[in-house]
């Protein structure tokens, strides 16, 4: 067996690897990287990393969302959204949009990691997974990277906040909103605290 096929064994379709990861297992790395690029084995997504695309019927699949960011971080603490997830707030989104983001600790800025861009933004907080509520105060955050009108936007967003839990709306928005976001929140649940007392 040949050093090239003993560091091919340690591989799994689906997989991504950093440089660094392969290096453990070849002493001339950079010379097998691209051996297994040429021969189609290895995908290189960005500089010091690949991917073992999975082969499906359709062709060769595109790494997961998770498996390429934490390879790309070295780190499990991200969570992957995308604007798209506001349209079902039901507070009158409708655009679609071609961009993942990655909230994050350690990268902020535009990276594109194979065929795709990812848009990272650290945040010092954000949740394990997507919740109505941190997605809400995200749309409040970023209103202005929105194609739809503010105002339109945010009055809907008000009157949506009486069918939310509070307690848990105003975590979120303790937790996750921006000083503006926080102001606007702290009025729209005071007036939806109003129309439920009337």
């Known amino acids: 067996m040949t050093k090239l096929e003993k560091l091919k064994k340690h591989l799994q379709p689906g997989g991504v690897y950093r440089r660094e990861d392969l290096a453990q297992w070849s002493t001339a790395v950079d010379r097998h990287l691209r051996e297994?690029?040429?021969?189609?084995?290895?995908?290189?997504?960005?500089?010091?990393?690949?991917?073992?695309?999975?082969?499906?019927a359709f062709g060769k699949a595109p790494a997961p969302d998770d498996k390429l960011v934490r390879a790309f971080l070295k780190d499990d603490r991200f969570l992957v959204a995308s604007p798209n997830a506001y349209n079902g707030l039901g507070v009158g989104t409708t655009q679609l949009y071609d961009q993942t983001v990655v909230y994050n600790h350690k990268r902020h800025g535009r990276f594109a990691l194979g065929s795709r861009t990812f848009d990272f933004?650290?945040?010092?907080?954000?949740?394990?997974?997507?919740s109505p509520e941190f997605l809400l105060v995200e749309l409040v955050n970023n209103l202005d990277q929105l194609a739809e009108s503010k105002a339109e936007v945010l009055a809907r967003v008000t009157a949506r906040t009486a069918a939310y839990d509070r307690s848990r709306l105003e975590r979120?928005?303790?937790?996750?909103?921006?000083v503006a976001t926080r102001k606007f929140f702290a009025q729209a649940l005071q007036s939806a605290q109003a129309l439920h007392a009337a």
Do not use: H, I, W
């Open 36 to 56: 297994l690029v040429s021969e189609g084995t290895l995908t290189k997504l960005a500089t010091g990393l690949y991917a073992y695309p999975k082969q499906t």
């Open 121 to 130: 933004r650290v945040k010092p907080s954000f949740p394990k997974t997507l």
């Open 172 to 178: 979120a928005v303790r937790d996750y909103g921006k």
